[in-house]
């Protein structure tokens, strides 16, 4: 084989394990961008992670229920459960990763019951 040949076949090699490097680089980011992505969702879904139940009570059935004006935490809290109402806002705000106790009419909320 002539030299030129030679320096032709070691740097077509050299080209497919770059463009393999490459490929598997390619592929890693892509995996590390969608873990990162499944993360940041699963990260924001309401009540993920949390499943501390009221002192005493213990509940595995939901209320998917909108918001109608006149609505609070509180009266809510009373309508649909029996435990003490105080910690019933507490876990609707943790369940639906609410900062405050502010709803809106129309506003979605997940109540356990």
Same mark, same amino acid.
């Given at each position: 084989?002539?030299? &030129?040949?030679?320096? /032709?076949? !070691?740097?077509?090699?050299?080209?497919?394990?770059?463009?393999?490097?490459?490929?598997? !680089?390619?592929?890693? /980011?892509?995996?590390?961008? &969608?873990?990162?992505? +499944?993360?940041?969702? *699963?990260? !924001?879904?309401? #009540?993920? #992670?949390?499943?501390?139940?009221? *002192? #005493?009570?213990?509940? %595995?059935?939901?209320?998917?229920?909108?918001? =109608? $004006? #006149?609505? %609070?935490?509180?009266?809510?809290?009373? =309508?649909?459960?029996? *435990? $003490?109402?105080? @910690?019933?806002?507490? =876990? &609707?705000?943790?369940?639906? +990763?609410?900062?405050?106790? =502010? /709803?809106? *009419?129309? @506003?979605?909320?997940?109540?356990?019951?």
């Amino acid at each position: 084989m002539s030299a &030129l040949a030679s320096h /032709i076949s !070691r740097s077509s090699g050299a080209v497919q394990t770059a463009g393999a490097k490459a490929h598997v !680089r390619m592929w890693l /980011i892509v995996l590390a961008a &969608l873990l990162c992505l +499944g993360c940041t969702l *699963a990260s !924001r879904m309401p #009540g993920l #992670g949390d499943q501390t139940a009221y *002192a #005493g009570y213990e509940s %595995t059935e939901v209320v998917h229920y909108t918001v =109608r $004006p #006149g609505d %609070t935490l509180w009266s809510i809290a009373s =309508r649909f459960t029996d *435990a $003490p109402a105080a @910690q019933v806002v507490e =876990r &609707l705000k943790a369940v639906n +990763g609410l900062d405050d106790s =502010r /709803i809106v *009419a129309g @506003q979605h909320l997940i109540i356990p019951v």
